[in-house]
């Protein structure tokens, strides 16, 4: 993830942060960010 800016790459940390603890995505977060994590995502699940 190093080629990310340091707020998206927080940003990406929060959502998985958040989606563990809760199981649910926020939604208001900046769209890189969304999209790395829509990657994560598919490697969380399996």
């Known amino acids: 993830m190093s080629g990310f800016q340091p707020e998206v790459r ?3 940390y929060e959502i ?3 989606y563990a603890a809760t199981g649910e ?6 769209e890189a960010a969304m ?12």
Do not use: T
């Open 10 to 12: 927080l940003a990406i």
């Open 16 to 18: 998985i942060a958040n």
């Open 25 to 30: 995505i926020k939604q208001d977060v900046p």
């Open 35 to 46: 999209v790395a994590f829509c990657f994560i995502k598919d490697e969380i699940i399996s």
